[in-house]
C-alpha cells in the first residue's frame, strides 16, 4: 500500500492501523452471528416457496403437513388475518407471504414451524398448493411490450423512502418506479456537437453471495417482538416489523449480532416480517435460517440496460450526455426505486458536462427481488459512461487520460446544480493510478491497459445519533446503531471515539445494531458509517467533555480556579484530573457517568447533499487470449480517495476486496433465468472468483483531509468495485481491438467479438 | 426417523461418545450436538469451504461429511487451535494482516491454512494460493490471506520466507 497523506494529523489513535477488535473472536470461532444465537424453546422453520413464475393460487392443502409429528405451526397468508401482510419501505408491494398469487419462482407459499429443521423439510412436502399458471415475463424488453403479462395489478402505495419521482406517470403497468436527472439544453449540445457517441450496454443480473445466508430468529413477550437478525439496517427492519404487526417503534427490538456479510443484499427487510409471523403463530422462539440457494431467490443486484450517448467537441471536451436506464427490478420493488434514482444522478460520471438528460424506469419481471448491492446502480452505468470516454479519446486521437483530465470535475465543482462540489481531487488521482499501474511503460503484445474513474453521490441520508458514556473509572461506551457487516465500523468507530476522548483505546467499549439499547442510526450502506455515524460519536464526545468542563469548574475548582482542558481530561491549578475523576468529583462517590448525544441531519456541514461522493479510480492490464477468449487481469491498480484513513489497513482490504467483487462481476457473475427458472441459482453453477482469479494488485490510500467526516474522512469501500467492468473493457480493447459492451466478459462472449473483429477485416 | 448409530470422535484432543443419526452431517454434530459453533455452514455443497475442519489432518467439508463416518477418528475445528490461550500462529497472523472482515470463511479458511502448513512449513505463494482454492471470500479479494498464511509460516519457529 502507497499512502499519499496532506491532511493535518489527527489525535491518535485515528489514522492507525490498529488491530481489528473483531479479531479474536473471529480467528477462534467464538463470534456469534444469528444463526448461532439459541433460544430456550426455540423451533425451526422451513419454507415452501413456489415452483411456477408466476401463478394464481387456486387452494393449499396443508392438513397431511399439520398432522406430521414434531409440526408446531404450518402459516399461509390465510393463518394471518392479524398482520399487515404487505410491506416494502420504498412501494408497499412486498408480501411476507404469498397472497393468492405467487410473482417468481421461489416465492414463499407456505411457512412450517417444527421441533427442529429436518421435521419442518419434511412436512414443507406434504403440502399441497393447486396452482393455476399465468403467462409470465423475465425480460425487460418484453416486460414492456404492449400485450406483456402484468406483474402487479395496481400500483403499490408510494412510502417515504421512495427515491424517485411521484409526479411522473408509469409508461407502462410492469414499470415500477422512474427518476430523472436533467440539466442544460440538450438539444442544443448535440447539434453544436463534433463527434456524437451512441451505444448499448448491459450488465448482468448478479448475486451478492454474502457467504451467511439470511437469518432471523424472533420471539414474543407480552406483545413486544424481538428479532435477531443479519441486517444491516436494523432500525429500517424495526420500521416494517412495527407496521406488519401494528407495534409502536418502541415495542419491536431488532438486535444483529456480527453479520457474514452483506455487499448491500441485507439492506432493508428481508426474512424478518416472515420469521415474526410464524413466531407468533407458534408461540414460540422461531429461527429462520435459509440456504444460499434459498439467499439467491430472496434479493440479487439490479440488471441494467443503458442506452448512452455523448456529445463532445473537437478537443474531446464532452457537451452533452443522454440516457436511458432500464433496470430489472424483479418482481418486488425491494430498494430497486432508490438504486434507479442513484443510476439516474451517476450516469454522467464525474465530468463536467453543460448539459444532462438521463431517465431510468426499474422494471418488474417475473424474476428474484433486486435489491441494494455494492456500487448501488454505479457499476451497472459506469460501464457505459467510461467505455464512450474511450472511445471518444481513441476517435480524436487523445490519451485516455488526456481526455479525462480534460473533462474532469475540479474540487468543489457541482456536478449538477443543487449538489454538492466534488470533494476530490479527480486529476491528482488519475495521475497516481497511472503511475502505480505503469501507463507509460512499453506493453506486450495481447496486453491492453485501461484506467477509468467514477464518483457516486453517497452517504445516503445525514440521519444518525449516537451515545457516548464516560464511566466513574473514565472508561468509556460508545452506543451506535451501525452494524459490523465486516467493514470494521467495530474498530474504526472505537478508535474514533479514543482519539476524540484522549482515552486508551482500550478503555473504549463499543455497542452496537440494537434498537432497543443504542440509538438511532438510519442505515449501514452507501459507506456512510465512518463518516456520519464518525461525526455523530466525535459530536457525542464533544457534547460529554463540555459537561465534564463544567462538572470540574463546579465540583473541583471550588476555589474559582481556572479549568484547562487537556487530553484525557482537564488540569486545574497544577493538578490533572481525567476524565473519571471528574465524574467521581461531581457525583461525590465512586460511581455516576456522563452520557454525550451526537445528532446528524441535514444541518450545518451535513446540509448539502450528498453527504460525501465515493471516488472509484481503478486501473487494469489485461491479456487476451485469442484461442480461448479468456481475459486474464495482470495488475489491478486501485486508488482509495477517501479523505482521512481512520484506519489505512482497513481502507486497503475494503478496497482490494471491492476491486476483486467487480472483477468477478465484469468477467463470470451472471444469473440466468431461461423458461421462467434460474438455471444457475447455486454456487456450483455461480462462480465467484477465487484465490487463483488474483492479479498482482497496487493500492494507493488517499488523505487530503477533503471530506466531510472528522478529519476529512468520507466514505470508501464501494469506489474501487464501480469502475472495475469499464477499465476491463476498455483494456480488452486495447490489447484486442474489441469493444466489449455487455458484461459479463466471459470468454464465449470474448471469442465471439474476437471472430467478429476478424470477420470485419 | 432413522435408527440411531453410536460414534466416538475424538473433537480437539476430547474424546466423545455420542448416538446420532446416520443422515447427521459431522457440521450438523459439531454444530447441534457439541456446541461447537465456529463451524460455519454456507453453501452447504462443497463448493466455499467455510465448514471446512480437519479428520485425520486432512481438509474436508463437514457439511456433506456424514458424522458417522468419522466413527473412530480425530476432527479438529476452529475451536482447537488456540492451545493453553495462546493463538495458533495462522490465528495470529490473520489479525495480524486483516485477512478477514465479516469473518465467515474464516474457521474455514483457518482450518485450511492449518492444513497447508501442516503439509508444508514453508510454502511457496503458489501453494498457499492453490491450496486455498477451494476456500471463497467474498470481503478481502484473498490478497491479505495469502499475505498472513505466508507470514505465519515464517513466524512458526522455522526460517522460511514470506515469499510475498
Given at each position: 500500500?502507497?499512502?499519499?497523506?496532506?491532511?493535518?494529523?489527527?489525535?491518535?489513535?485515528?489514522?492507525?492501523?490498529?488491530?481489528?477488535?473483531?479479531?479474536?473472536?473471529?480467528?477462534?470461532?467464538?463470534?456469534?452471528?444469528?444463526?448461532?444465537?439459541?433460544?430456550?424453546?426455540?423451533?425451526?422453520?422451513?419454507?415452501?416457496?413456489?415452483?411456477?413464475?408466476?401463478?394464481?393460487?387456486?387452494?393449499?392443502?396443508?392438513?397431511?403437513?399439520?398432522?406430521?409429528?414434531?409440526?408446531?405451526?404450518?402459516?399461509?397468508?390465510?393463518?394471518?388475518?392479524?398482520?399487515?401482510?404487505?410491506?416494502?419501505?420504498?412501494?408497499?408491494?412486498?408480501?411476507?407471504?404469498?397472497?393468492?398469487?405467487?410473482?417468481?419462482?421461489?416465492?414463499?407459499?407456505?411457512?412450517?414451524?417444527?421441533?427442529?429443521?429436518?421435521?419442518?423439510?419434511?412436512?414443507?412436502?406434504?403440502?399441497?398448493?393447486?396452482?393455476?399458471?399465468?403467462?409470465?415475463?423475465?425480460?425487460?424488453?418484453?416486460?414492456?411490450?404492449?400485450?406483456?403479462?402484468?406483474?402487479?395489478?395496481?400500483?403499490?402505495?408510494?412510502?417515504?423512502?421512495?427515491?424517485?419521482?411521484?409526479?411522473?406517470?408509469?409508461?407502462?403497468?410492469?414499470?415500477?418506479?422512474?427518476?430523472?436527472?436533467?440539466?442544460?439544453?440538450?438539444?442544443?449540445?448535440?447539434?453544436?456537437?463534433?463527434?456524437?457517441?451512441?451505444?448499448?450496454?448491459?450488465y448482468p443480473m448478479c448475486y451478492a453471495y454474502a457467504?451467511?445466508?439470511?437469518?432471523?430468529?424472533?420471539?414474543?413477550?407480552?406483545?413486544?417482538?424481538?428479532?435477531?437478525?443479519?441486517?444491516?439496517?436494523?432500525?429500517?427492519?424495526?420500521?416494517?416489523?412495527?407496521?406488519?404487526?401494528?407495534?409502536?417503534?418502541?415495542?419491536?427490538?431488532?438486535?444483529?449480532?456480527?453479520?457474514?456479510?452483506?455487499y448491500g443484499s441485507?439492506s432493508?427487510?428481508?426474512?424478518?416480517?416472515?420469521?415474526?409471523?410464524?413466531?407468533?403463530?407458534?408461540?414460540?422462539?422461531?429461527?429462520?435460517?435459509?440456504?444460499?440457494?434459498?439467499?439467491i431467490?430472496t434479493t440479487r443486484g439490479d440488471a441494467a440496460?443503458?442506452?448512452?450517448?455523448?456529445?463532445?467537441?473537437?478537443?474531446?471536451?464532452?457537451?452533452?450526455?443522454?440516457?436511458?436506464?432500464?433496470l430489472d427490478t424483479g418482481?418486488?420493488?425491494e430498494n430497486s426505486?432508490?438504486v434507479?434514482?442513484?443510476a439516474?444522478?451517476?450516469?454522467?460520471?464525474?465530468?463536467?458536462?453543460?448539459?444532462?438528460?438521463?431517465?431510468?424506469?426499474?422494471?418488474?419481471?417475473?424474476t428474484a427481488p433486486a435489491s441494494s448491492f455494492r456500487g448501488f446502480g454505479a457499476p451497472q452505468?459506469?460501464?457505459?459512461?467510461?467505455?464512450?470516454?474511450?472511445?471518444?479519446?481513441?476517435?480524436?486521437?487523445?490519451?485516455?487520460?488526456?481526455?479525462?483530465?480534460?473533462?474532469?470535475?475540479?474540487?468543489?465543482?457541482?456536478?449538477?446544480?443543487?449538489?454538492?462540489?466534488?470533494?476530490?481531487?479527480?486529476?491528482?488521482?488519475?495521475?497516481?493510478?497511472?503511475?502505480?499501474?505503469?501507463?507509460?511503460?512499453?506493453?506486450?503484445?495481447?496486453?491492453?491497459?485501461?484506467?477509468?474513474?467514477?464518483?457516486?453521490?453517497?452517504?445516503?441520508?445525514?440521519?444518525?445519533?449516537?451515545?457516548?458514556?464516560?464511566?466513574?473509572?473514565?472508561?468509556?461506551?460508545?452506543?451506535?446503531?451501525?452494524?459490523?457487516?465486516?467493514?470494521?465500523?467495530?474498530?474504526?468507530?472505537?478508535?474514533?471515539?479514543?482519539?476524540?476522548?484522549?482515552?486508551?483505546?482500550?478503555?473504549?467499549?463499543?455497542?452496537?445494531?440494537?434498537?432497543?439499547?443504542?440509538?438511532?442510526?438510519?442505515?449501514?450502506?452507501?459507506?456512510?458509517?465512518?463518516?456520519?455515524?464518525?461525526?455523530?460519536?466525535?459530536?457525542?464526545?464533544?457534547?460529554?467533555?463540555?459537561?465534564?468542563?463544567?462538572?470540574?469548574?463546579?465540583?473541583?475548582?471550588?476555589?474559582?480556579?481556572?479549568?484547562?482542558?487537556?487530553?484525557?481530561?482537564?488540569?486545574?491549578?497544577?493538578?490533572?484530573?481525567?476524565?473519571?475523576?471528574?465524574?467521581?468529583?461531581?457525583?461525590?462517590?465512586?460511581?455516576?457517568?456522563?452520557?454525550?448525544?451526537?445528532?446528524?441531519?441535514?444541518?450545518?456541514?451535513?446540509?448539502?447533499?450528498?453527504?460525501?461522493?465515493?471516488?472509484?479510480?481503478?486501473?487494469?492490464?489485461?491479456?487476451?487470449?485469442?484461442?480461448?477468449?479468456?481475459?486474464?487481469?495482470?495488475?489491478?491498480?486501485?486508488?482509495?480517495?477517501?479523505?482521512?484513513?481512520?484506519?489505512?489497513?482497513?481502507?486497503?482490504?475494503?478496497?482490494?476486496?471491492?476491486?476483486?467483487m467487480g472483477?468477478g462481476m465484469?468477467?463470470?457473475e451472471e444469473l440466468?433465468?431461461?423458461?421462467?427458472?434460474?438455471?444457475?441459482?447455486?454456487?456450483?453453477?455461480y462462480?465467484?472468483?477465487?484465490?487463483?482469479?488474483?492479479?498482482?494488485?497496487?493500492?494507493?490510500?488517499?488523505?487530503?483531509?477533503?471530506?466531510?467526516?472528522?478529519?476529512?474522512?468520507?466514505?470508501?469501500?464501494?469506489?474501487?468495485l464501480?469502475?472495475?467492468?469499464?477499465?476491463?473493457?476498455?483494456?480488452?480493447?486495447?490489447?484486442?481491438?474489441?469493444?466489449?459492451?455487455?458484461a459479463p466478459?466471459?470468454?464465449?462472449?470474448?471469442?465471439?467479438?474476437?471472430?467478429?473483429?476478424?470477420?470485419?477485416? | 426417523?432413522?435408527?440411531?448409530?453410536?460414534?466416538?470422535?475424538?473433537?480437539?484432543?476430547?474424546?466423545?461418545?455420542?448416538?446420532?443419526?446416520?443422515?447427521?452431517?459431522?457440521?450438523?454434530?459439531?454444530?447441534?450436538?457439541?456446541?461447537?459453533?465456529?463451524?460455519?455452514?454456507?453453501?452447504?455443497?462443497?463448493?466455499?469451504?467455510?465448514?471446512?475442519?480437519?479428520?485425520?489432518?486432512?481438509?474436508?467439508?463437514?457439511?456433506?461429511?456424514?458424522?458417522?463416518?468419522?466413527?473412530?477418528?480425530?476432527?479438529?475445528?476452529?475451536?482447537?487451535?488456540?492451545?493453553?490461550?495462546?493463538?495458533?500462529?495462522?490465528?495470529?497472523?490473520?489479525?495480524?494482516?486483516?485477512?478477514?472482515?465479516?469473518?465467515?470463511?474464516?474457521?474455514?479458511?483457518?482450518?485450511?491454512?492449518?492444513?497447508?502448513?501442516?503439509?508444508?512449513?514453508?510454502?511457496?505463494?503458489?501453494?498457499?494460493?492453490?491450496?486455498?482454492?477451494?476456500?471463497?471470500?467474498?470481503?478481502?479479494?484473498?490478497?491479505?490471506?495469502?499475505?498472513?498464511?505466508?507470514?505465519?509460516?515464517?513466524?512458526?519457529?522455522?526460517?522460511?520466507?514470506?515469499?510475498?
Amino acid at each position: 500500500m502507497k499512502r499519499i497523506t496532506t491532511r493535518p494529523a489527527p489525535p491518535a489513535p485515528i489514522g492507525e492501523s490498529v488491530p481489528r477488535r473483531d479479531g479474536p473472536a473471529k480467528v477462534t470461532g467464538s463470534a456469534t452471528y444469528t444463526v448461532d444465537v439459541g433460544l430456550p424453546g426455540m423451533a425451526h422453520a422451513q419454507v415452501l416457496r413456489s415452483p411456477y413464475p408466476h401463478a394464481q393460487i387456486r387452494s393449499i392443502d396443508t392438513r397431511a403437513a399439520r398432522l406430521h409429528p414434531g409440526v408446531i405451526a404450518v402459516v399461509t397468508a390465510d393463518d394471518l388475518p392479524d398482520v399487515n401482510l404487505i410491506y416494502g419501505h420504498a412501494v408497499a408491494d412486498h408480501p411476507l407471504i404469498a397472497t393468492g398469487k405467487v410473482r417468481f419462482v421461489g416465492e414463499p407459499v407456505v411457512g412450517i414451524v417444527a421441533e427442529d429443521r429436518v421435521t419442518a423439510a419434511e412436512a414443507v412436502q406434504l403440502v399441497t398448493v393447486d396452482y393455476e399458471p399465468l403467462p409470465f415475463v423475465t425480460s425487460v424488453d418484453v416486460a414492456l411490450t404492449g400485450d406483456a403479462p402484468v406483474i402487479h395489478d395496481a400500483p403499490g402505495e408510494q412510502r417515504s423512502h421512495r427515491g424517485f419521482e411521484e409526479d411522473i406517470e408509469r409508461a407502462h403497468p410492469n414499470v415500477c418506479s422512474h427518476a430523472r436527472q436533467a440539466w442544460g439544453d440538450i438539444d442544443a449540445a448535440f447539434e453544436g456537437a463534433h463527434l456524437v457517441l451512441e451505444g448499448e450496454y448491459r450488465y448482468p443480473m448478479c448475486y451478492a453471495y454474502a457467504m451467511e445466508p439470511y437469518t432471523a430468529v424472533a420471539t414474543w413477550n407480552e406483545g413486544a417482538l424481538t428479532v435477531w437478525s443479519s441486517a444491516q439496517h436494523p432500525y429500517m427492519v424495526r420500521a416494517d416489523l412495527a407496521q406488519c404487526f401494528g407495534l409502536p417503534l418502541g415495542a419491536v427490538r431488532v438486535q444483529v449480532p456480527y453479520v457474514g456479510g452483506g455487499y448491500g443484499s441485507k439492506s432493508y427487510t428481508k426474512i424478518e416480517p416472515l420469521t415474526a409471523a410464524l413466531a407468533l403463530r407458534a408461540g414460540r422462539p422461531v429461527r429462520l435460517a435459509l440456504t444460499v440457494e434459498e439467499a439467491i431467490l430472496t434479493t440479487r443486484g439490479d440488471a441494467a440496460t443503458v442506452r448512452l450517448r455523448s456529445a463532445f467537441d473537437a478537443h474531446g471536451h464532452l457537451l452533452g450526455r443522454e440516457g436511458t436506464i432500464l433496470l430489472d427490478t424483479g418482481a418486488y420493488a425491494e430498494n430497486s426505486p432508490l438504486v434507479g434514482r442513484k443510476a439516474a444522478n451517476r450516469l454522467g460520471g464525474p465530468y463536467r458536462i453543460p448539459a444532462l438528460r438521463v431517465d431510468c424506469s426499474t422494471v418488474y419481471t417475473n424474476t428474484a427481488p433486486a435489491s441494494s448491492f455494492r456500487g448501488f446502480g454505479a457499476p451497472q452505468v459506469t460501464l457505459a459512461g467510461e467505455s464512450q470516454m474511450d472511445e471518444a479519446a481513441e476517435r480524436l486521437g487523445l490519451d485516455p487520460l488526456e481526455i479525462r483530465r480534460r473533462n474532469v470535475l475540479d474540487p468543489g465543482e457541482r456536478p449538477w446544480p443543487k449538489a454538492r462540489g466534488i470533494d476530490a481531487d479527480l486529476k491528482a488521482d488519475l495521475e497516481l493510478a497511472a503511475e502505480a499501474l505503469g501507463w507509460s511503460e512499453p506493453l506486450q503484445a495481447g496486453h491492453g491497459r485501461a484506467i477509468c474513474l467514477s464518483a457516486s453521490d453517497a452517504g445516503s441520508e445525514p440521519i444518525t445519533t449516537a451515545l457516548l458514556r464516560v464511566h466513574a473509572d473514565g472508561s468509556v461506551t460508545v452506543m451506535a446503531g451501525s452494524t459490523e457487516i465486516g467493514q470494521g465500523s467495530s474498530t474504526v468507530l472505537p478508535q474514533i471515539a479514543a482519539g476524540e476522548m484522549g482515552v486508551p483505546l482500550d478503555r473504549v467499549h463499543l455497542l452496537q445494531s440494537d434498537t432497543g439499547s443504542v440509538s438511532y442510526d438510519r442505515s449501514t450502506g452507501a459507506s456512510r458509517t465512518t463518516t456520519l455515524m464518525g461525526l455523530a460519536i466525535q459530536a457525542a464526545a464533544r457534547d460529554a467533555r463540555a459537561q465534564l468542563v463544567a462538572w470540574a469548574d463546579e465540583a473541583i475548582a471550588t476555589d474559582g480556579e481556572e479549568v484547562v482542558e487537556e487530553p484525557g481530561g482537564v488540569r486545574v491549578g497544577r493538578r490533572s484530573y481525567d476524565w473519571g475523576a471528574i465524574v467521581r468529583a461531581w457525583f461525590s462517590a465512586d460511581a455516576g457517568e456522563v452520557i454525550g448525544r451526537g445528532y446528524l441531519r441535514r444541518s450545518g456541514a451535513t446540509a448539502e447533499m450528498p453527504p460525501f461522493w465515493e471516488i472509484g479510480c481503478v486501473g487494469v492490464e489485461v491479456r487476451v487470449d485469442e484461442e480461448t477468449g479468456e481475459i486474464d487481469v495482470v495488475r489491478l491498480v486501485t486508488v482509495g480517495d477517501v479523505g482521512a484513513a481512520i484506519n489505512p489497513q482497513l481502507v486497503e482490504s475494503q478496497d482490494i476486496g471491492a476491486a476483486m467483487m467487480g472483477l468477478g462481476m465484469a468477467t463470470r457473475e451472471e444469473l440466468i433465468y431461461d423458461n421462467g427458472s434460474l438455471l444457475n441459482g447455486n454456487l456450483f453453477d455461480y462462480r465467484v472468483p477465487r484465490t487463483t482469479d488474483l492479479p498482482e494488485l497496487r493500492t494507493v490510500v488517499v488523505e487530503r483531509g477533503d471530506g466531510v467526516g472528522v478529519y476529512g474522512a468520507k466514505g470508501g469501500g464501494e469506489g474501487s468495485l464501480n469502475p472495475v467492468a469499464a477499465a476491463i473493457a476498455n483494456a480488452t480493447y486495447r490489447a484486442a481491438g474489441i469493444r466489449l459492451r455487455e458484461a459479463p466478459f466471459t470468454p464465449e462472449r470474448v471469442w465471439q467479438a474476437l471472430r467478429e473483429r476478424d470477420a470485419g477485416r | 426417523m432413522h435408527e440411531a448409530v453410536e460414534v466416538r470422535l475424538t473433537v480437539n484432543d476430547e474424546t466423545r461418545a455420542l448416538r446420532i443419526e446416520p443422515r447427521e452431517t459431522l457440521a450438523d454434530v459439531l454444530r447441534d450436538r457439541l456446541s461447537l459453533t465456529g463451524t460455519k455452514v454456507s453453501c452447504d455443497a462443497q463448493v466455499c469451504g467455510a465448514c471446512t475442519v480437519l479428520v485425520d489432518g486432512l481438509a474436508v467439508s463437514s457439511c456433506t461429511f456424514l458424522a458417522a463416518d468419522a466413527d473412530g477418528r480425530s476432527v479438529r475445528t476452529v475451536e482447537g487451535l488456540a492451545s493453553g490461550g495462546r493463538l495458533s500462529p495462522v490465528q495470529q497472523a490473520f489479525i495480524d494482516y486483516a485477512a478477514f472482515q465479516c469473518g465467515f470463511c474464516t474457521p474455514g479458511m483457518l482450518m485450511a491454512a492449518t492444513a497447508i502448513l501442516e503439509e508444508h512449513p514453508r510454502p511457496t505463494r503458489e501453494q498457499v494460493v492453490r491450496g486455498l482454492e477451494g476456500n471463497l471470500c467474498r470481503c478481502t479479494g484473498y490478497d491479505p490471506i495469502i499475505v498472513a498464511v505466508l507470514a505465519a509460516a515464517v513466524s512458526d519457529g522455522s526460517d522460511g520466507e514470506a515469499g510475498s
